[in-house]
């Protein structure tokens, strides 16, 4: 974790957390998490960047709001922090892990001048881009989630997880739009297939494509040395180093 208390931001509904110095990276945390997932790379990208952390809508220390809960209107989220906290009108870096790299990738799409970069870490496009046994595993819980009281928890809990099982819907058409340098990365094995992992990176022109050996979909948290020097190099360079025999697929 960083040695520097970060500036608290609020945005809307939204917890976001700002510290460093440089151009700007967001982070954009994964289904049912919040900031703190970063923690381990906020060190290494403050050596370089000013580095903004959100709290998606309903998670952490953000506020659900009204209306629905859907990944586009997080990347909406996210253009409302990338423009509540730009410094001249600057673009920013974005780094998404899993409905985070979804929330990315939508935002790219719908607000392209607000991206200069793009690291996509576990992300999918359509539900079947996870393995059948990780939808199989979803439906479960939300049958579960059905038969339970609905208490507020559980309807938070229910709301996250059909987001899960009925987004994120981003038509693979879009993807060819984005026109900023892009590292698609996993870990393998990953909870998303490595040939739909591979279909976003093919699709997104002069994407790059690094997936890494034992790093499962928590690659970031499981293998930061191996995860975070990629990403901060591949931020400041517009390339991701090859580590050796780590990476079995580019």
């Not at 309807?155 to 900023?180: F, K, T, Y």
């Amino acid at each position: 974790m960083s040695d520097t208390c970060p500036a608290v931001v609020r945005v809307g509904d939204l917890h976001v957390e700002v510290s460093g110095a440089g151009s700007t990276v967001l982070l954009i945390h994964g289904n049912s998490g919040d900031l703190h997932y970063f923690d381990d790379i906020v060190p290494v990208l403050e050596r370089h960047f000013r580095v903004v952390r959100m709290d998606c809508r309903g998670q952490g220390r953000s506020a659900r709001g009204d209306g629905p809960l859907t990944i586009r209107r997080m990347a909406d989220d996210a253009a409302d922090v990338i423009r509540a906290t730009q410094q001249d009108g600057e673009p920013f870096g974005v780094v998404g892990f899993s409905d985070g790299a979804n929330v990315a990738m939508s935002l790219a799409i719908h607000h392209p001048d607000a991206v200069s970069a793009l690291v996509l870490n576990a992300g999918n496009i359509r539900r079947s881009g996870m393995h059948r046994i990780v939808r199989a595993h979803l439906w479960l819980v939300h049958a579960l989630q059905r038969m339970r009281r609905p208490t507020p928890l559980v309807r938070q809990r229910h709301e996250l997880n059909r987001l899960m099982l009925d987004q994120p819907g981003i038509p693979r058409a879009a993807l060819a739009r984005i026109a900023v340098p892009t590292l698609v990365l996993a870990g393998a094995p990953d909870l998303i297939r490595r040939a739909h992992t591979r279909m976003i990176a093919r699709t997104i022109p002069g994407a790059q494509l690094r997936i890494v050996r034992g790093g499962t979909h928590f690659l970031m948290r499981l293998m930061p040395d191996v995860a975070n020097p990629m990403i901060d190099a591949f931020l400041r360079t517009g390339i991701a180093p090859l580590d050796g025999p780590l990476v079995v697929d580019r």
